[in-house]
């Protein structure tokens, strides 16, 4: 894969260290003359200098035949931006840009970037589920959809061990899409019976994300 | 009108002191507090200090009910987005964003971004000027020529 990155401070840095060894194409670039000059010594001509926001250094850079633009800039504005270029521009694929207030999240997938990555959000959520005991993790929010995957890992006091897929009062939105017995996946039918220690794996709308934690947890006392 | 201006520069000032003069309802958004001094003592408007890409700082600042949104900070990205927030998010009817990239201002403007790019309209006006011809209007000066195309 041809992968662009573009901000080379440490998350562009890491991000281009790790594809390269992973045997991908990437060319990390940043504006910064003196960090190019640095980085060159590591990555030779996988670095270039330049801004990512502008249309002239991104047809340079080929972002044409580019796979992925990552934009990994500590603003999030310029992220942004980098991002809708890419699409617009060079019909890149796929444009992953990287947010610090998380709350932009919901704002740059209306406005129309397929992935974000908020390290607020996941230290956040590692928090979260410290808390509530972990029973039910989202791995990721499903591009613009605003789906999760959720998996969970059913304890013998779940209420719905014993239970068949089709009479589980599943909130809207919900789909179990797969089954973990035993390090065994099967996909699920109306008529599975789950049992204790079985991993559920499901698609939700993020609203009922909650909801759907309910149905599975073990019952609290009040 | 509603208005909300992003950005207390001198454009913004200017626009803020000269349309709440006029009567119009006039918010603006600046998070440094010496830039508001450019407001002058007479500035009947409201200021909000704070980050304008921040939802709440733009709901406060009344965005919900304004009739037209001008982002005037000094980064052409910032004010892109903003201005993208303005219009998606909250449905302002008239938006408008200065950008300084005669690129980027014309790939946003054909997106639906009315955007402003001093350095084009700058730059046209001095070349009529230098050649004696009569000025042109601002929308001509506002167009990308070919020969900044690459």
């Known amino acids: ?222 | 009108m509603r208005i909300v201006i992003l950005g207390c520069g001198r454009t913004g000032a200017a626009l803020a002191r000269i349309m709440a003069a006029e009567g119009h309802r006039v918010t603006l958004i600046e998070w440094n507090n010496d830039s508001l001094e450019r407001l002058g003592g007479k500035f009947t408007g409201a200021v909000i200090t704070g980050n304008g890409l921040d939802e709440d700082v733009l709901k406060k600042a009344g965005i919900e009910q304004a009739d037209m949104f001008v982002a005037l900070t000094e980064g052409d990205n910032r004010n892109l987005m903003a201005a993208q927030i303005a219009k998606d998010r909250f449905r302002v009817p008239k938006v408008i964003a200065k950008v300084n990239d005669p690129i980027r201002a014309e790939a946003y403007r054909e997106r639906g971004i009315y955007t402003i790019c001093y350095s084009l309209i700058g730059s046209a006006m001095i070349r009529d000027l230098a050649y004696d011809r009569p000025l042109g209007s601002v929308e001509e000066y506002n167009v990308v020529p070919p020969e900044l195309k690459d």
């Open chain 1, 1 to 222: 894969m041809y992968i662009i990155i573009v901000g080379a401070g440490n998350v562009g840095y890491y991000l281009a260290k790790t594809l390269l060894n992973a045997g991908h194409e990437v060319l990390l670039i940043e504006r910064d003359k003196r960090r190019c000059d640095l980085l060159r010594d590591e990555f030779g001509e996988s670095v270039m200098r330049g801004r990512g926001d502008e249309i002239r250094t991104m047809r340079e850079a080929g972002a044409d035949s580019a796979d992925i633009v990552v934009a990994c800039t500590g603003d999030d504005e310029d992220n942004l931006i980098i991002s809708q270029i890419a699409k617009w521009y060079f019909n890149v694929p796929r444009t992953v840009a990287r947010i610090n207030d998380p709350r932009n999240e919901s704002i740059f997938q209306q406005l129309g970037i397929d992935a974000t990555v908020s390290s607020t959000n996941i230290i956040y959520h590692l928090i979260e589920q410290e808390i509530e005991a972990g029973e039910v993790i989202p791995l990721a929010a499903l591009k613009r959809g605003n789906i999760e995957i959720v998996d969970v890992e059913l304890s013998t006091r779940s209420p719905v061990v014993g239970k068949r897929v089709q009479d589980l009062p599943l909130p809207p939105d919900a789909l179990i899409v797969c089954i973990i017995r035993q390090e065994n996946a099967m996909l699920p039918h109306g008529d599975t019976v789950l049992e204790a220690n079985d991993s559920v794996i499901a698609l939700v709308s993020a609203q009922n994300e909650r909801q759907l934690r309910k149905v599975f947890a073990e019952e609290q006392e009040e």
